[in-house]
Nanobody
């Protein structure tokens, strides 16, 4: 059983930075892990993904060059460094994990693929 706990959200002004953390319990060393976000009235969106089995990273076009996903294997923790934040980045951010058996590369952004989810951490960016 995998349990995910996010932290690090908050309120910042546009142009600011935040680092989100997702502490995992249970085996995730070869899992797909990802950050999703959901704003009120909008669908859940894949922001960034990380395949722990191969170290591959994936990003939504809207965050490329601004966000960086990384993982600390020793701490079993996933991070999302968010720089140059914009008001449109405002959302609840969730961490997700799954074994990813037989996944294609673009499956990382499909929320229905993931079996394990954290409770979320709110990010609010003001202009």
């Amino acid at each position: 059983q995998v349990r995910l706990v996010e932290s690090g959200g908050g309120s910042v002004q546009a142009g600011g930075s935040l680092r989100l953390s997702c502490a995992a319990s249970g085996y995730t060393q070869t899992y797909y892990m990802a950050w999703f976000r959901q704003a009120p009235g909008k669908e859940r969106e894949g922001v960034a993904g990380f395949y722990a089995g191969g170290g591959r990273t994936y990003y939504a076009d809207s965050v490329k060059g601004r966000f960086t996903i990384s993982r600390d294997n020793a701490q079993n923790t996933l991070y999302l460094q968010m720089n140059d934040l914009k008001p449109e980045d405002t959302a609840m951010y969730h961490c997700a994990a799954d074994r990813g058996t037989y996944w294609r590369n673009d499956d990382w952004s499909r929320s229905w693929r993931y079996n394990y989810w954290g409770q979320g951490t709110q990010v609010t960016v003001s202009s």
